[in-house]
């Protein structure tokens, strides 16, 4: 059969019925699972490649029913259909015309097998996720794509994914048992290797005329398909009917085989039964730094003896494009391993083989001595730029983006050095940029130039480099162009280049029988359109790199699991050019502005001040007048004070009731969602203020400041009766410290949150002017520490940056101040019962880079048991106003909160945020104590003194 055939299926969508697609989806599957509207198209028609297409409706599926529907429909009408998990794959094959299948919300483990390492999971769980739970076991799912803190299992099936650890592992195809597979007739195939005499196999050769077609295929080509197998350690180009020749062989029907990889062309996946290993008991991870290129080829062989889980390489290029400085890595290395060694039983075998390792590396010319750590975190460390690396390339240059186009090509093991100094060459000769890293134990590198794509010379380049480089790899090398990654649409056109015509031809012959009209993802894998169809110049002058990386922090995506309710959708919605507040309203309030996005991207973009940027567009009318109010200090004081007063009258379950009903109208002003809830745990208001309880501190008028030290108490610790500004001002005195209480406004967050920027910046210069004469700035609140460390950008260009600039390094959070003094003040001694206590990192202390200090203080408190809870990273949805504006969507946040500290055991929850504070007390609901970090600190410090 000709390849033509399945090139010219004809794919129709005419544009009267492009309209009828959300809404006849909507009439089966219900309103909430499918969406056509703008942010919602304008989102998903990105995944991390270089492509763009716009989709024509978004079905979010939460049922096997909702998949074969919304199949079934696609079908009989021709539209094609793309199933996507994370969109996290670098080949476009997650975007697509029609219809985009998201499965993120079938997300769970639905059996697990301690005995037998199994577990059956559906395909929208995130792998960190995955191996989370499965870490309470001691399990772990092997492959491990460096996208593992965001990539979903539906994906990683589907793109044959591997990682560092295939070494040890293996790709996904080596590590699944079955499949639920949803065939293009709506059907569902229990996907498995299955004995030809199983009678189970012979049933479902009757069924499924797709399986008798593969069955000959397989059995008629299978000296033809072992010719062609590639002779490399790993490859997910094409389909994967060598793995069926191998299961022919053993008298087994093995469909896993043809399903993993197939890049959602011939099928869809509601759930896979994995196979698990056991979790190692140590690991250590070390960097050898190279000084000469041609050793690490060498190195490689005599290391691999020594049976590492991961090997992994960076090239010179790479490291000087992501920093030597920032990385520690020697000036002269030519290039850096990273070796990971795990042991199964204890850490003592894992020192000798540390030495083993240490005598290999030392025959060749290195720069220093291995780096070695054995300690997780510093393990992370040494991981972190390694994992971050082609989404940190964004930093390189404001034009030439990093370019996936021969991505993920693969050698025999022994000539990388080979393959990297025949690259060097050809890169140099074209003055391109290019970064060469990757999994070079499996001969497996990552090669990714740098480009300026809408420069008529780079673009030549690209495609020149397309065209040679996978030839070079195909002739020279005898490799493949594709060992993890996936075809996609960059490499489609070149499968049939790879495996020549009559097994590709048997490739189409596959895809026909599987999917006759051709829906199922087309242009992806088989196709013959160019790789530079549908490349989104425009997105590639941006400064995203599309990674995810966001999205996997962003509580909105966590509770919603919808790229339009997501960082990284949020960045491609507010970033486009058909971008209008009304269009996008619904999304750009949504955001919480917890900067968690801008804390781990490593492109440095920060999706939250571009939300912000588009708020001041449209500043919110009703909290502009509630703002202004609150500017006028003394009338706001002693409104705050009335109702503090009558407080235990209002605050009342009925009275709450009655406020949140009478004061709905009003709230609806701020946002449709906005109320003040009855089962909000408001904080007691003080009737007489900090500044009131202290008036010793607060400095007269027009006079030098008495003290070096300035505590910038914010809103919150003066207004609320929670002990946090009596706390800091008890522990500064306690380190010798008697501060000044200058007078200051609103550091700015929450009125910057509702678009008033100009007002903030009013009430920042009062907080400039005031701060001026002091050595030291003393904050409590997570916030206000951000904000007046942000002062510089929120100035940026204006007179007041200089100021600003000299105000953000003097800002010092309490637990930092406490790290850094020379005073040790006494604490109690040591206590036989202790307190569990856990740590709750707010995302704008995470932000301001504060996020040890506060831990090795609770650590370090007598009476404590510090435990580390899951996600404690991770934003608990107070965001300043946020559980006001929206209380709905903030205690679907706050839910994974509770479930870790319920896990952690812990009695108390100790943080830095009065708004977290607020937030983990409604969330918790008692389940445990919340508490300021500069409140145990206090106890701790007055125990000592009775
Ligand atoms: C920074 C970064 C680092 C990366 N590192 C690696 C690496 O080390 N190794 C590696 O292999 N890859 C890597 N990748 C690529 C990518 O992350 C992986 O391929 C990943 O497994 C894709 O998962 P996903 O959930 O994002 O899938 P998506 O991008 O959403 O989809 C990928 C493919 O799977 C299909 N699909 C999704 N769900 C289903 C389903 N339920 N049924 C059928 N088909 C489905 C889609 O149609 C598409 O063809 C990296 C990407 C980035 C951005
Ligand atoms: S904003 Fe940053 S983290 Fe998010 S997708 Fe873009 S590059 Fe990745
Ligand atoms: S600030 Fe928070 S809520 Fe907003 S996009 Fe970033 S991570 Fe998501």
């Known amino acids: ?63 096997e029913e909702d998949i074969a529907a919304t199949v079934r429909y696609a079908v009989e009408r021709g539209i094609p259909l793309t199933p996507r998990a994370a969109g996290t794959n670098l080949t476009g094959s997650a975007i697509g015309a029609g219809i985009i299948l998201d499965v993120s919300r079938l997300n769970r483990v639905l059996e697990l097998n301690r005995e037998e390492r199994w577990a059956r999971v559906q395909p929208g769980i995130v792998l960190a996720e995955l191996n989370k739970q499965l870490a309470r076991d001691g399990l772990l799912f092997g492959p491990d794509p460096s ?45 498995r290797a299955y004995g030809f005499d199983d009678p189970v196999c012979a049933d479902l050769l009757k069924t499924h005329r797709p399986l008798r077609d593969l069955q000959s295929l397989i ?10 197998r590639p002779a490399v350690s790993k490859n997910s180009c094409g389909y994967n009917l060598f793995g069926l020749v191998d299961g022919l062989a053993r008298g087994r029907f093995d469909l896993p085989k043809l399903f993993v990889g197939s890049e959602g062309t011939l099928g869809l996946f509601s759930e896979a039964t994995i196979k698990l290993v056991e979790k190692p008991q140590a690991t250590l991870t070390a960097l050898i730094h190279f000084h000469r290129l041609e050793d690490v080829g060498d190195a490689v062989p005599k290391l691999l003896e020594l049976r590492p889980s991961a090997l992994e390489v960076m090239d010179a290029n790479t490291l000087n494009l992501i920093g030597r400085a920032k990385h520690g890595i020697p000036a002269d290395a030519a290039a850096t391993l990273l070796i990971e060694l795990d042991a199964e039983v204890s850490q ?32 992370d460390q040494l991981w972190k730029a390694r994992k971050a690396l082609y989404p940190t390339l964004y930093r390189f240059d404001s034009r ?4 996936n186009f021969v991505d993920d090509v693969v050698v025999p093991a022994d000539r990388i050095s080979e393959l990297i100094r025949y690259l060097g060459e050809f890169f140099a000769g074209q003055r391109v940029p290019v970064a060469i890293f990757g999994h070079i134990g499996n001969g497996n590198a990552h090669i990714i130039p740098l480009l300026d794509v809408n420069d008529q010379g780079d673009f030549k380049k690209m495609v020149q480099g397309y065209h040679e480089i996978h030839q070079t790899v195909l002739g020279r090398f005898g490799g493949s162009i594709c060992g993890e990654h996936g075809d996609g649409r960059v490499r489609a056109e070149y499968v049939k280049t790879m495996f020549g015509q009559d097994l590709y031809n048997l490739f189409v012959r596959v895809k026909q029988s599987f999917d006759p009209s051709g829906a199922l993802n087309p242009g992806i894998k088989i196709s013959d359109r160019p790789f530079t169809d549908h490349i989104d110049y425009e997105r590639l002058s941006k400064p995203c790199a599309t990674c995810a990386k966001c999205n ?24 486009d050019k058909n971008y209008s507040y009304l269009n996008s309203k619904r999304v750009v309030e949504a955001c919480l502005n917890c900067k968690s996005c801008r804390t781990a991207c490593p492109a440095g973009v920060d999706v939250s001040q571009l939300i912000l940027d588009r708020r001041v567009e449209h500043p919110n009318p009703t909290a502009g007048a509630i703002f202004y109010y609150h500017a006028q200090t003394a009338r706001f004081g002693r409104f705050l004070k009335f109702l503090a007063r009558y407080q235990s009258l209002w605050d009342r379950p009925l009275m709450r009731r009655l406020i949140d009903h009478l004061t709905k109208p009003f ?12 089962q909000l745990v408001l904080p007691r208001l003080a009737q007489r203020h900090l500044r009131d309880r202290y008036p010793e501190l607060i400095p007269q008028a027009k006079r030098e400041p008495r003290s070096p030290v300035a505590y910038f108490h914010g809103c919150a610790a003066n207004y609320f009766h929670d002990g946090v500004g009596d706390a800091v001002i008890a522990v500064l005195r306690k380190h010798g410290v008697e501060p000044d209480l200058p007078p200051q406004r609103c550091s700015g967050t929450p009125i910057e949150t509702y678009g008033h920027r100009a007002l903030a910046k009013e009430g920042a210069r009062v ?43 003097r800002v010092t959070h309490i637990s930092e101040f406490v790290a850094q003094s020379s005073v040790k003040p006494t604490m109690a001694s040591q206590q036989s019962t202790k307190c569990k206590v856990a740590y709750h990192s707010s995302c704008h202390l995470r932000a301001a880079g504060v996020t040890k200090e506060p831990r090795a203080i609770l650590a370090g408190l007598p009476g404590v048991e510090y435990v580390e809870m899951p996600d404690a990273d991770r934003c608990a949805g107070g965001a300043g106003t946020y559980l006001v504006k929206d209380f709905e969507t903030s205690q679907r946040i706050v839910e994974r909160k509770r479930r870790a500290v319920e896990q952690s055991g812990a009695e108390v929850v100790a943080t830095s945020c009065p708004a977290c504070m607020i937030q983990l007390r409604t969330g918790l609901q008692g389940a445990a104590e919340v508490k300021h970090v500069a409140q145990l600190l206090q106890e701790a410090y007055e125990a000592a003194d009775r």
């Not at 965001?150 to 070494?167: D, Q, R, V």
């Not at 059995?219 to 062609?228: D, F, G, H, S, Y």
């Not at 907080?767 to 030291?776: E, H, R």
Request: aromatic share 6%; net charge negative.
């Open 767 to 809: 907080n400039l002017a005031s701060m001026a004469g002091y050595k030291k700035v003393v904050t409590g609140c997570a916030s206000c520490t951000l904000m007046l460390k942000d002062y510089p950008t929120l100035f940026a260009g204006e007179p007041e940056q200089a100021a600003a600039q000299a105000l953000a390094k």
């Open 552 to 575: 996997a922090v962003c509580p909105v995506y966590d509770v919603f699991q919808s790229e339009d309710m997501s960082s990284r959708g949020w960045f491609e919605i507010v970033t």
């Open 400 to 403: 030439k983006k990093p370019i």
């Open 348 to 379: 003592t075998d894992l020192r000798a083989q540390a030495e083993r390792m240490t005598e290999i590396s030392r025959r060749y010319r290195l720069t220093s001595d291995p780096v070695i750590a054995f300690d997780p975190e510093q393990r």
């Open 147 to 191: 996208s593992g803190d965001m990539c979903k299992l539906g994906g990683m099936l589907a793109n044959n994914s591997s990682g560092p650890h295939t070494l040890r592992y293996g790709s996904v195809k080596d590590n699944v048992e079955a499949l639920r597979v949803c065939l293009q007739s709506g059907d569902w195939l229990d996907a």
């Open 219 to 228: 059995q008629e080509n299978a000296p033809l398909i072992e010719q062609k």
């Open 1 to 63: 059969m000709s390849d033509q055939s399945i090139m010219a299926a004809p794919i129709l969508i005419l544009p009267e019925r492009s309209h009828a697609i959300a809404s006849d989806l909507r009439a089966t599957l219900g309103v909430d699972k499918v969406k056509d509207d703008y942010s919602t198209l304008t989102a998903y028609a990105v995944d991390a490649s270089i492509y763009r297409m716009m989709p024509k409706a978004v079905v979010l599926v939460e049922s």
């Open 667 to 678: 709230m609806r002003g701020l946002a449709e969602t906005a109320r003040l809830s009855p």
